[in-house]
T-cell receptor, first 113, second 115 residues
Framework: KQEVTQIPAALSVPEGENLVLNCSFTDSAIYNLQWFRQDPGKGLTSLLLIQSSQREQTSGRLNASLDKSSGRSTLYIAASQPGDSATYLCAVTHNSGYSTLTFGKGTMLLVSP | EAGVAQSPRYKIIEKRQSVAFWCNPISGHATLYWYQQILGQGPKLLIQFQNNGVVDDSQLPKDRFSAERLKGVDSTLKIQPAKLEDSAVYLC?????????????FGPGTRLLVL
């Protein structure tokens, strides 16, 4: 059974800092890995999707890397802003052919001005 | 393009009562998912529909939870009777297909509190 772990559970940083969120998964037979953002009282927004054959994806100040063999992914946020404050969730899709997502518990990020 | 719609947004009930949630997926999306997200946890898949058929309901507590997707469009999730541990956010998502590469789009969720 796939298990996804995210470290740290919570993170508080001052504005402008670069930061790294970590995600690990137990079964390397994944199809892809996604990073989501969740704001309080709202649904999930997909930030980055990395296919199993890829090593990284970038979108603006966000960069996600994937090391499938070691079961790890990182989300790098450059020059953090207060608007980045949210919970970040990592999720993997198994390569069984189905789209089922297995999520981690998330990292709650607070960026203070 | 309209997103995934869910109602109600909030619901407070007492234990042993019944409750139902409604989801309207993005038009044309064949696959619909219901997730349960307990406070401090990641979302957990309860049930996945492909059109009006069930693909995966292995984590649905079938003694109290039921879901249907009549005509392969809207879906309802019902809890009867509710327990305290059912307090959670119930998220609905949809995708064009149910294959591994399909992007899931999430609704805002229904926040349930069972007293």
């Amino acid at each position: 059974k796939q298990e996804v772990t995210q470290i740290p559970a919570a993170l508080s940083v001052p504005e402008g800092e670069n930061l790294v969120l970590n995600c690990s998964f137990t079964d390397s037979a994944i199809y892809n890995l996604q990073w989501f953002r969740q704001d309080p009282g709202k649904g999930l927004t997909s930030l980055l999707l990395i296919q199993s054959s890829q090593r990284e994806q970038t979108s603006g100040r966000l960069n996600a890397s994937l090391d499938k063999s070691s079961g790890r992914s990182t989300l790098y946020i450059a020059a953090s802003q207060p608007g980045d404050s949210a919970t970040y969730l990592c999720a993997v899709t198994h390569n069984s052919g189905y789209s089922t997502l297995t999520f981690g518990k998330g990292t709650m990020l607070l960026v203070s001005p | 393009e309209a997103g995934v719609a869910q109602s109600p947004r909030y619901k407070i009930i007492e234990k042993r009562q019944s409750v139902a949630f409604w989801c309207n997926p993005i038009s044309g999306h064949a696959t619909l998912y219901w997730y349960q997200q307990i406070l401090g946890q990641g979302p957990k898949l309860l049930i996945q529909f492909q059109n009006n058929g069930v693909v995966d309901d292995s984590q649905l507590p079938k003694d109290r939870f039921s879901a249907e997707r009549l005509k392969g469009v809207d879906s309802t999730l019902k809890i009867q009777p509710a327990k305290l541990e059912d307090s959670a956010v119930y998220l609905c998502a949809s995708s064009q297909s149910g294959t591994s590469g399909a992007t899931q789009y999430f609704g805002p969720g229904t926040r349930l509190l069972v007293l």
